[in-house]
């Protein structure tokens, strides 16, 4: 399949399932999850602080570390991929999916879940806490108000709302994008190496049931044989290819 070919895929699809990764955020200035280890955390491994081991042994400096993840995305602006990821989405209305594993919150802001679609945070979002006892989700104070570790108006101590590692995917959402990806006439997987599961296999669900499958990705992935379409470019400029929009989107 060639890129005319995969724009008419895509024009003609009425349900669309995207999947993204890091590779989105990246030219928002948002590094990866391991490219966050700079400076002070660069002695520590992200397993060191993004697990409940860790939690259970320091919960002030995984929080401290979380903290100033939050400040910087907050900072950062939606780009490009987000802003035509939010466009294509009021194209296809409720035929539009988008689960990230990303947990900036940048296709939110874009408007991503907004425009009749769905969006699914497989991962959490740094700007969320969730009370230790009732499990319940509150956004965090802003920055500059934000107290260590945070409580929540129950007055109990409150963990970051992210997936760390040892932990299952949210299951609710992981069963709504499994539905999505099975039931789309096209998937979109972008920014993701696709090596991480259970995400990595959502793709496979469109394949298996007949769907068309294109990837957006600067380098060789693990989908990258089995897609029919694969575009070697980060993910704004392939999503303007494949979109067919000229110029930058503001």
Known sequence: MDLDQARTALARASRVA????????????????RDAQTGHWARLRPEDLASPA??????EMVWEWYAGRYRDVLAA??????????????????????ATQNVDGLHERAGSGQQGGQLAELHGNLSRGRDEVT?????????????????SPAGNRMRPD?????????????SAAEQAFAQADMALVIGTSSAVYPAAGLALLTL??????????PEITDLSRLAHFSLREKAGQGLAALLGTPGPIC
């Open 162 to 174: 992210i997936v760390w590692f040892g932990e299952f995917l949210p299951p609710a959402a992981l």
């Open 54 to 59: 860790a939690y259970a042994r320091d919960p």
């Open 18 to 33: 995207v999947l993204t990764g890091a590779g989105v955020s990246a030219e928002s200035g948002i590094p990866t999850f």
């Open 77 to 98: 602006q939606p780009n490009q991929a987000h802003l035509l990821l939010a466009q294509l989405e009021r194209r296809k209305g409720a035929g539009f999916f988008l």
């Open 135 to 151: 499990g319940q989700v509150w956004p965090l104070p802003r920055p500059d108000e934000l107290r260590l570790p945070p409580q």
């Open 208 to 217: 298996e049931n007949g769907g068309v499958v294109a990837e957006i990705n």
